[in-house]
């Protein structure tokens, strides 16, 4: 059953794919109702005649009508339209990932920052097992580039889940070159011929990581190339909601059949680690008001090496010194910063305990 949202008296339906020309069905959806937009656009391959192995035989290239464009202005205005529409229906702490080939990458993102979407990084996708070249004369094209941008060119309130992708990456940062397969067995799709139902299907683990990274449960993810459903099928198993544009009815068919057959996200399962700039703010003047630390509590250091009082008003004191957790510990230590949070701890039962612990029971207080 198709959700519908509401924004400003217009309704947003939700996982649902409108069949038609992106420009139209852009236009249609409410202003400021994405929060992600993932773009596989054509990349306007400019193929001259088919290609043939070594051996003669014809290789399975993306030769569809619909990646042939007249001329780089026909397909720049093309980019520029669908681009501008993106830009209308993002929230704006919304962004964007578009993702090409050095035939077209470099001319959409020039057209982005025309467009004063502000871009944060460039992604190398590259690819385990790529199409070999087959005549010799060049490089094997071995990966594609995804550029993120942000709709709002001050750019600082967009979403990134840093410690669900540094969590993704065995507790590293995440780089901005990804190392994944192109998409082949059971996940490709096939028609009814046993042939690939569509040439140029993602894999799930590239937008597993691109949704995962920019948008959070319960948000809106918009793909303007549906095709056969990739970015529905994830953006289902991740907790989010997708709307999906394509214009081949054949392939919003596949698309359907593929999503309906996904089981409902575990609310549980879906939820990303959040990092410390996410959580509420809370000062260590309200332990003190709610009675968690009293005044007159002594606080001390591990292995009790420092103590400090706490003060009434959230600060503390060391003898002559008074001042926040903070720089009361950097003090005691002779160092020029601390984090007092897990640097003073209090005694319970007997044991030692970091007064972060308090922190975050009222941080889960108010996330209930």
Known sequence: M?????FRGQSLALDQIHVGDCIAALAALPEASVDLVFADPPYNLQLRGELTRPDQSRVDAVDDAWDQFDSFAAYDA????????????????????VIGSYHNIF????????LRFWILNDI???????????KGRRFTNAHE??????????GKRYTFNYDAMKALNEDLQMRSDWLLPLCTGAERLKGEDGQKAHP??????????????????????????????????????????????ERDATYAAKARARIAAIAPADPVAVASSRSKRQEPRVAFGVLVERGMLAPGTV???????????????????????TGSIHAIGAHVQGLPACNGWTFWHFEE???????????QAIRAELAG
Do not use: Y
């Open 78 to 97: 093309f980019t520029r339209d669908w681009l501008a529409a993106c830009h209308r229906v993002l929230k704006p702490t919304g962004s964007l990932f």
């Open 349 to 359: 039962a007997g044991a030692l305990k970091p007064i972060d612990l308090l922190r």
């Open 200 to 245: 140029t299907q993602k894999p799930e683990a590239l937008l597993h990581r691109v949704i995962l990274a920019a948008s959070q449960p319960g948000d809106v993810v918009l793909d303007p190339f549906f095709g056969t459903g990739t970015t529905g099928a994830v953006a289902k198993k991740l907790g989010r909601h997708f709307v999906g544009i």
């Open 107 to 114: 001319r959409v993102g020039t057209i982005l920052q025309d």
């Open 145 to 154: 580039t995804l550029i993120w941008a942000a709709r709002d060119p001050r």
């Open 2 to 6: 198709t959700v519908a949202a509401q």
């Open 299 to 321: 606080l001390v250091g591990p292995g009790r090496r420092h103590a400090a009082k706490v003060r009434a008003d959230g600060t503390l004191v060391c003898g002559d010194a």
């Open 124 to 134: 190398i996708w590259r690819k385990t097992n790529p199409m070999p070249n087959f």
